[in-house]
Each structure stands twice: as structure tokens, then as C-alpha cells.
């Protein structure tokens, strides 16, 4: 799951965008994850700017429980919810990749938050290990 200490892991998949963005939502299901919101960064800046980009999405990933847990610990905390999970065009295949939990420790200088980011990052890492 983790690659040299530095988060979690990207996955590359070889299949083609719309069947890997679902497949990114099944995987985080399965890991108790829903998509709260999800930003299409492409579109977004093709509308704003005029400039074309690779298809890419940001997924906001919440688990509910977990979240729950990390605002009962510290309620700042919801600055940095959902969990966020990229994915994107990245020439023949798609790169998935999501933001690590532990973020959320370092920001805050909460370690009651340990435990529950340390929970979201395995389950993360889980999820993006299923595509891989």
C-alpha cells in the first residue's frame, strides 16, 4: 500500500476512462467509501479557460463512520474531508491515485486522529490495490 513511506500507492490501469472511473467507484464501495463529489477538473477548465486536458476527475471519497470519527476527535478536521481520489487520462492509461489520510494528522497535530487516518489509508490502499 505504501510506496517508500510517501502515501499511497497509484494505480495504472490499462482499460479505458468511463470503465475505470467505474471501476474506481465499485472498489471504493467495497471498502465502504461513497463518492460524495466529484469534480471534473478537464471540463471545468475547458469552460474557464478555454484549454484542453486529458479526461480527469476527482472523486471526494467519504466513509462515513471514519469521518464520524475524525470529527468527533477534532471538528477542524472537516477542512480535509472527503479523501480525495484522482482519476486520470494518462496517455494509453488511466493513473488512479488518492490523497493520503495521514495528512490529516500532520495538519492538525491531532494524534487522536492516528488511528482513524491510519484506518482510511489502508482501506484506500485496499481499494486502489483491487484495480491494480
Excluded at 495504472?12 to 467495497?30: H, S
Excluded at 490529516?104 to 489502508?122: I, K, R, S, Y
Amino acid at each position: 500500500m505504501m510506496e517508500n513511506g510517501k502515501g499511497i500507492r497509484p494505480v495504472r490501469m490499462a482499460v479505458g476512462f468511463e470503465e475505470a472511473v467505474e471501476e474506481v467507484r465499485a472498489a471504493l464501495a467495497a471498502e465502504g467509501f461513497g463518492v460524495l463529489t466529484e469534480i471534473d477538473v478537464a471540463a471545468t477548465l475547458r469552460g474557464k479557460l478555454g484549454v484542453e486536458l486529458p479526461p480527469q476527475l476527482i472523486l471526494g471519497a467519504c466513509n462515513p463512520p471514519l469521518a464520524y470519527r475524525a470529527l468527533q476527535a477534532d471538528p477542524d478536521v472537516a477542512q480535509l474531508l472527503p479523501c480525495n481520489v484522482v482519476v486520470r487520462q494518462d496517455g494509453d492509461e488511466v493513473v488512479v491515485q488518492a490523497a493520503d489520510p495521514a495528512l490529516l494528522v500532520g495538519f492538525t497535530g491531532n494524534p487522536e486522529l492516528e488511528p482513524v487516518a491510519t484506518e482510511a489509508a489502508e482501506r484506500l490502499g485496499r481499494a486502489l490495490e483491487a484495480l491494480g
